[in-house]
């Protein structure tokens, strides 16, 4: 029997989970030993790189592009042809990744240049020649972990969300270890996470295979030309732009702030990983299943369970988003302090990345939004419309990050981001009722009415009972985690109370 948006959507939020308390562990052990410093921003421009390219060539928009073709060809062809478009598009992803690798790794300083030109024109140009040794050792993460997406992308849209979504726990494992271990035989110590990231994309890569093999769909190298090829190509270039408009306002952010002063790119990254957490288990883990199933309900022209799945997905984003939103802004210090606020990462840098979480956090809403509704022109094979609406939000954002990074530094690139992922989304949102394919009903807005009242009881008790920041400064790790933990937990349970006496069945909707 087909799995309810709801079971799928909670097993890639629980391995999300999983993935993400590594992942808060992994950068524990990075701000512990490495702070926040001209060292650490050479290495988070190294890593962030082959991340942004990732997103477009993985999980991005390769994975929304392929994803519908597989579902279409799943539903419609024979076994043999299936395997046959699996075979081709792996072989198409896997010769041009090595292409650009190859290319990345021999022009390592340029790319370094192109992407992070601050650290180059600074009067000590260690941090730039350092990036440059680690990006000839990260890239070829790239070329992994989009093979592993590849993987990822088969196995959902054979109903296994969990393995996927549980992968990434590898990077973060290898990268825990190279902080504790690695680094301590290196003579550049933060080499070691270089290494680290290397490891971990092979270990991903290597961890799913045996699940490809039980569905007999492990991709094999298929030259020659096939109709599908030319589908994909059509449906990736714009797909590029359109779903990783917030991948290129981050990398943009990253270019800038390599101008601001040193630990700039720092502040942005920690700041920027607790946004994440929320936004993956909410926003990635329901865009996941929505793509998966939107791609499938097209296929099979079945219009009122096409309509059904995005409004559900909207819904539970909104009762999970906006608290979360809520709880980022109000407990940014406290988050920052407690997690990452340890030996080499002192007072300032937690000050400085609570401020920009802040920024970050105000927008965390419309990051969901943005995740849940370019997939669904996706899932019709338009790509075309997220373009549309990617190219306002992007250069919006643009201006707003030398306007607002003038003044407010980079507080104000975490702004700019914010602001472009709103007009993103509401021109997204604009082309489906322009095109209509869906628009917000009445019951959206009564959930709306119910869930921001409930946000509001909740925002008084934090702002009321919330621990003094000098409490958490004067007190020892596990008292701090005590601390926030109270907080975070009482929070949940008078905003899911009061939702409740409201009327509101989550298993219901």
Known sequence: MEKSLLKSSSIVTV???LSRIFGLVRDFFIARYFGANGLSDAFLVAFRIPN????????????????PILAESKANKSEAEVQLVINHIGTKLFTVLILITVVAVLLAPIVIFLFAWGFYFKPDTTQFYLASDMLRITFPYLLLISLTALSGAILNTYDNF???????????ISLILSAVFLSRYMATPIMALAWGVLVGGFAQLFFQIPFLIKIKRLPKLQFGHHEVLKTLKKRLIPALFGVSVSQINLLIDTMIASTLIAGSVSWLYYSDRLLELPLALIGI????????????????NDTKEFTSTINKALLYALLLGLPSCVGLVMLSEELIVTLFQYQEFDSYAAKQSSLS???YGAGLIVFIAVKILAPVFLSRGDTRTPVKAGIVAMVSNIFLNIIL?????HVGLAAATSISALLNAAFLYYYLRKQSIFRLNNEFFKMLFKVIFASIIMALYVYFTSTNIDNYLQSAALERIIMISKTILISVLIYFSSLYLMGIRINKI
């Open 405 to 409: 990074a003038y003044y407010y530094g």
């Open 357 to 359: 979480l802040k920024a």
């Open 285 to 300: 883990a329901l865009a996941t299943v929505a793509l998966a199933k939107l791609s499938h309900y097209y296929a099979k």
């Open 162 to 172: 969990s393995v996927p979504a549980f992968t990434p726990v590898l990077l973060n």
């Open 15 to 17: 391995m999300t989970l």
């Open 52 to 67: 942004f390219f990732r997103r477009l060539f993985a999980e991005g928009a390769f994975s929304q592009a392929f994803i």
